[in-house]
């Protein structure tokens, strides 16, 4: 489906490790964007359309998704992406709205990419065919050391983890290297946070620089 490039809207990505603090701070900048008057949608990825949940449910709670390769992995992915792009996200835009999405097309390049060593031009061409033109014009990626995120994640996971959450500590470590990289390279779109500061803080620095950058 062909997208429409002129749109008024704005999309800001939030990304990050488990355990980040990416679902509060998306609440808090929705919050702080409809005081402004903004009209605001969020979503998720995977996941944000009914194809999109069912996808994300063959990733991520398949109990037997070790033996799913990283191919495949990437290819689900970005399947979900492309729809909610379409079914979702171009839509708002060009009704001039605040899209925040919880993760986007960064997670591809790292926990994929990078994570799961799979050659980054490919990686980046799948992406660049599941976004069409629809990049984001922000992108905030949270930052917390592993061992913080590890240890946030056993807090917050009850049951049996899933699938993603019960990779090990290397593979963390990769994960956060590689937002760390890809916040050196791209000033222009991405902004990093320091995740570990109290929750207000965070929320603070992320609307300044929206503020800014924006011209809000
Ligand atoms: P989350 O809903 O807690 O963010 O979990 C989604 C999981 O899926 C998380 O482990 C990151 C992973 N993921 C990828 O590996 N690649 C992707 O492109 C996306 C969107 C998510």
Known sequence: ???KTQHTGRLISFEGSEGSGKSTQISLLAAHLKKLGK???????PGGTEIGEQIRNII???SKGD???????????TAA????VREVIAPALLAGKFVLSDRFLDSSTVY????RNLAAGPVAEINRFAIGNVMPDITVIIDVPTDVSIARLKQRVTDLPDRMERENIDFYTKVRDGYLL???????RIILVDGTRPIAQVSQAIWEHV???LGL
């Open 81 to 84: 992406r492309a729809q909610v």
């Open 211 to 213: 503020r800014v950058r």
């Open 60 to 62: 991520v709670h398949n």
């Open 67 to 77: 033996e799913m390769c990283p191919e495949t992995e990437l290819l689900l992915f």
């Open 112 to 115: 994929q990419g990078i994570a």
């Open 1 to 3: 489906m062909p997208l």
């Open 39 to 45: 009209d605001v949608i969020t979503t998720r990825e």
């Open 182 to 188: 890809l916040a050196r390279t791209m000033t222009d």
